[in-house]
């Protein structure tokens, strides 16, 4: 994965090839806009098929093992990152036990993450969980501003509001209400504010017990992959998933095993394509498009699953979608 070293001059022999000096800058300018334009649309295919994949395994398959399925998307990851690592593609840090120790405590957390985000998807429509997903910007604004006494601006904190009235008017109007789903997305809100507050101080800490004192977001991949997968095992029998494991028809059948495989496939190309997206672009950019990426999200999800809808929780969705692109701006404008 070599996409970003293409705008590079080349030299041969110490010479500069006179006919690149030439070429109009334009081309230039064609190729990075192409590069992006390639690099965002993979990023917003990729997280939407992810989770449209999985509402399909979860609630049209019927599996209920949601740890078993984020068990197997790991291990999938696990499988791909090692083999990049060995063929050279990619670089990652090796696995020592001063940095697992640093880093258990957040990959608990990610564990957690991904569990009560995949029992929500299984009760709550896709549309909705992308609404209530919002509730996560709140709870990280108001950590940031106690633990890292950071001050967000006033159209930050209206753009807040305007997400948390989105929220209850849209579980309000939900025609396929339920309470369990509800109760699991808004844990999984508070366990991803958690992640994503603890994660900057453990990526500070887990730089100093690297090899090369870096760490770069394949070595995380690994990392957090590679930790969850005991994690999962334990919890897998915790939740007696092991009884359902040997009496489902599901696992007899070759094309749930495609489905399930492509998931993990998704998973890992989240990561990959986020990054490459973020490179060719920057951080106010990705952040509005994986805001804007949320609106076809929803529409598809509605959609493709034939969910009841009513024009007043319609309206709460659009709205909510809506704050969301105006938190993204407000953001944009707090950094400028």
């Known amino acids: 994965m070599k996409p970003f070293e293409k705008n590079e001059a080349d030299l041969e022999d110490g010479k500069l090839d006179k006919d690149r000096v030439k070429t109009p800058r334009s081309n230039k300018v064609v190729k990075i806009q192409n590069q992006a334009l390639l690099s965002g649309l993979a990023y917003c295919i990729s997280s939407c098929s992810m989770i449209l994949v999985n509402k399909f395994v979860l609630s049209s398959y019927d599996f209920n093992a949601g740890i078993s399925l984020m068990l197997y998307q790991n291990f999938i990851s696990v499988i791909i990152v090692s083999t990049l690592s060995l063929l050279g593609v990619i670089s990652t840090e090796p696995l020592t036990w001063r940095l697992v120790k640093v880093w258990l405590p957040v990959n608990v957390i990610f564990v957690g993450m991904l569990i009560t985000s995949m029992f929500s998807l299984k009760y709550i429509n896709v549309a909705m969980v992308t609404v209530l997903k919002n509730v996560t910007n709140v709870i990280t604004a108001v950590g940031e501003m106690y633990l890292f006494q950071k001050h967000h601006d006033s159209r930050v904190w209206a753009a807040l509001c305007l997400m948390i009235i989105s929220a209850i008017s849209g579980g309000v109007t939900d025609l396929s209400f339920h309470a369990i789903g509800y109760a699991w997305q808004l844990a999984n809100c508070f366990l991803t504010a958690s992640y994503s507050l603890t994660l900057r101080r453990v990526m500070d800490t887990a730089k100093h017990v690297t090899k090369s004192g870096k760490l770069n977001e394949f070595s995380m991949v690994l990392l957090n992959n590679s930790l969850s997968l005991p994690l999962g095992i334990l919890l897998i029998f915790v939740f007696n998933e092991v009884d359902y494991l040997f009496t489902t028809p599901l696992l ?40 804007l990426n949320k609106i076809p999200l929803s529409v598809a999800g509605i959609v493709l699953f034939k969910v009841p809808t009513s024009l007043e929780n319609s309206a709460s969705i659009f709205f909510g979608l809506l704050a969301g692109v105006f938190f993204a701006r407000a953001k944009m404008r707090e950094r400028s």
């Open 252 to 291: 007899r059948l070759p094309s749930f095993w495609l489905v399930i495989t492509l998931s993990g496939i998704l998973g890992l190309a989240i990561s990959f394509t986020s990054m490459w997206f973020l490179h060719q672009t920057g951080a106010t950019t990705y952040s509005l498009v994986g805001s």
